[in-house]
């Protein structure tokens, strides 16, 4: 009974240990996808800043020109170029933070760190699009602050009509592989359900602390035992701390294993059960 109750726990902390590793190896690949499609955005999104910067301070002004066109495509270029760095900075810290965070952290860090890199994505990427609008009408209040209409207006047209195109490309590609809310799949393994599922952190807390009641029962079992005989069947001593499931469980496996085969641990094992007996 006592290597069976040993093998039985050293086996449930090795099946907990793999399972957790496959979860981990799942959310990983969203981790990868967040990353990488922060590190594409913030390189083009550097790209339009620098432009916005050259709009800002190369761009001869004519003395002529109307004021109020001045001043709005100056206020324009600065938004495009605020968006656009703000992109950056966003783009730049979720794919340097996040993997740290999910690599680093303690348990649940992994899940912590994919679930804020969705949320940061999605504001990354509104300050993107919205600075490739204003990228637009800062080229559209360019062709009016320099030119007279004549040359103006066809640079409008055109302006207007590569906006309209943009914008129509946009939403088409976005709806064709936009996912609806309740179909999107993650790599979080929620069991609680809809509606009342508990969050990645407190499922792991709860199984810690389940791990530790079945220790501790473990410990009142087999109390009778010696400490070196619990320490073969994979029971640390209560003083010195849990040791973790996956370091204890292929050990005490093959302590089990040892000893139902007959080899020197379960010979140790049986003189000290018969000598109890005896006694």
């Not at 001043?71 to 966003?90: A, D, S």
């Amino acid at each position: 009974g006592v290597l069976v109750g040993a093998m039985l726990y050293a086996d449930k902390n090795a099946l907990r240990t793999s399972l957790k590793v496959q979860m981990l190896k799942i959310r990983e690949r969203e981790l990868l996808y967040y990353t990488n499609n922060c590190l594409s955005i913030s390189t083009s999104a550097a790209l339009l800043a620098g432009f916005a910067w050259y709009g800002l301070t190369e761009v001869p002004f004519d003395q002529n020109a109307d004021s109020y066109t001045q001043t709005l495509y100056l206020v324009v270029t600065t938004l495009i170029m605020g968006l656009e760095l703000l992109t950056v900075v966003n783009a730049t810290l979720c794919a340097i933070l996040g993997p740290g965070l999910a690599l680093r952290g303690p348990d649940g860090s992994m899940h912590d760190a994919v679930n804020g890199m969705m949320i940061h994505y999605r504001f990354t990427l509104a300050c993107f699009t919205g600075g490739i609008v204003f990228f637009m009408v800062s080229a559209l209040l360019y062709a009016w602050m320099q030119f007279d209409a004549p040359l103006a207006v066809p640079m409008t047209i055109v302006i207007i009509y590569f906006l309209h195109k943009i914008n129509g490309y946009f939403w088409r590609i976005y709806n064709r592989f936009k996912l609806p809310a309740n179909a999107v799949v993650t790599g979080a393994f929620n069991l609680g359900g809809e509606g009342g599922e508990a969050s990645q952190a407190q499922q792991e807390q709860e199984e810690q602390e389940r791990q530790r009641a079945e220790m501790a029962e473990m410990h009142a079992k087999y109390a009778h035992l010696p400490e070196s005989i619990k320490a073969q069947m994979g029971l640390p001593s209560m003083g010195g701390g849990e040791a973790p499931a996956a370091a204890r469980g292929p050990h005490s496996v093959e302590g089990g294993r040892a000893r139902l085969e007959g080899r020197g641990p379960l010979r140790g094992a049986e003189m000290f059960t018969g000598s109890a007996g005896g006694a």
